[in-house]
T-cell receptor, first 111, second 115 residues
Framework: GNSVTQMEGPVTLSEEAFLTINCTYT??????LFWYVQYPGEGLQLLLK?????DKGSNKGFEATYRKETTSFHLEKGSVQVSDSAVYFC??????????FGTGTRLTVIP | DAGVIQSPRHEVTEMGQEVTLRCKPI?????LFWYRQTMMRGLELLIY????????DSGMPEDRFSAKMPNASFSTLKIQPSEPRDSAVYFC?????????????FGDGTRLSIL
């Protein structure tokens, strides 16, 4: 079946620290992979995506590389800001339209 | 551009009452999705529509839940009768033509509390 496993949160970092949020997946076929971000009181927003192996998605300083050999899609940012505080969801999508989400990782960045 | 619009933003009601959640997708999008978010189960897909037709409702928890899409610009999710375990945040999302190249856009959700 299809599933996504994310690192447990919460994660608390100081401003300008390096961020890694781990994500691994199990899927039938060749999924597309996504990171969504949810700010307090809002819906999910697409942060970045990768549709095939070795693709790198990037947006707003965040990056993630689709690693088929390790079935991973880890999220990284070199220098986080207070405004990056949010919940981050890793997700996969198969040929159909179903998105399978991880449980989410809450990030808090302190000044 | 207007995003996905959900109403109400918050709903508090007593057990046994009928609850109706509403969603207006982004104009021109032909896929519409309903999700439920809880602490215990995370984000779950309940049902999705393509061109107003329900395609997969396997995530709908039980017969108390029903969803309709009478036209391209409106969908409802109803719970009747409601129970405390239905308390969650319900999200609507829409996308254009489906697939990974056309990602889903989410509304801000309806926070539902059943007392």
């Amino acid at each position: 079946g299809n599933s996504v496993t994310q690192m447990e949160g919460p994660v608390t970092l100081s401003e300008e620290a390096f961020l890694t949020i781990n994500c691994t997946y199990t899927a039938t076929g060749y999924p597309s992979l996504f990171w969504y971000v949810q700010y307090p009181g809002e819906g999910l927003q697409l942060l970045l995506k990768a549709t095939k192996a070795d693709d790198k998605g990037s947006n707003k300083g965040f990056e993630a590389t689709y690693r088929k050999e390790t079935t991973s899609f880890h999220l990284e940012k070199g220098s986080v800001q207070v405004s990056d505080s949010a919940v981050y969801f890793c997700a996969l999508q198969t040929g159909a339209n179903n998105l399978f989400f991880g449980t989410g990782t809450r990030l808090t960045v302190i000044p | 551009d207007a995003g996905v619009i959900q109403s109400p933003r918050h709903e508090v009601t007593e057990m046994g009452q009928e609850v109706t959640l509403r969603c207006k997708p982004i104009s021109g999008h032909d896929y519409l999705f309903w999700y439920r978010q809880t602490m215990m189960r995370g984000l779950e897909l309940l049902i999705y529509f393509n061109n107003n037709v329900p395609i997969d409702d396997s995530g709908m928890p039980e017969d108390r839940f029903s969803a309709k899409m009478p036209n391209a610009s409106f969908s409802t999710l109803k719970i009747q009768p409601s129970e405390p375990r239905d308390s969650a945040v319900y999200f609507c999302a829409s996308s254009l033509r489906g697939g990974a190249e056309k990602p889903q856009h989410f509304g801000d959700g309806t926070r539902l509390s059943i007392l």
